[in-house]
Nanobody
């Protein structure tokens, strides 16, 4: 499956952005989806994940209550709505897909994912 992330940009602290990740090539609904991010000089970290049906989501503690992951299986797209952005949210955001299943512990791990998008840069100014 091919993944194309978009929607990044420059926003002031307290603002909002919505990232999109369009998938093609395979049956989208067969994949659980995740968002990860990587700040300069840091490891790539888990942000949020959503089950294949979209019925269950899981978030990193650092974004819980501010970010919302969702998916539209008819449009083969997963979204990340980011509100109340902080400068520490500045990073390249990557979407990823896994056919492994909906184990919510494993969905937090980079190694669970089979496919990755190219990343989109989010910069939050203070």
């Amino acid at each position: 499956v091919q993944l194309q992330a978009s929607g990044g940009g420059l926003v002031q602290a307290g603002g909002s952005l919505r990232l999109s990740c369009a998938a093609s090539g395979r049956t989208f609904s067969g994949y659980a989806m995740g968002w990860f991010r990587q700040a300069p000089g840091k490891e790539r970290e888990f942000v949020a994940a959503i089950s294949r049906s979209g019925g269950t989501t899981v978030y990193a503690d650092s974004v819980k209550g501010r970010f919302t992951i969702s998916r539209d299986n008819a449009r083969n797209t997963v979204y990340l709505q980011m509100n109340s952005l902080k400068p520490e949210d500045t990073a390249v955001y990557y979407c990823a897909a896994t056919s492994f299943g909906d184990n919510y512990y494993l969905l937090k791990l980079r190694t669970t994912y089979d496919y990755w998008g190219q990343g989109t840069l989010v910069t939050v100014s203070s």
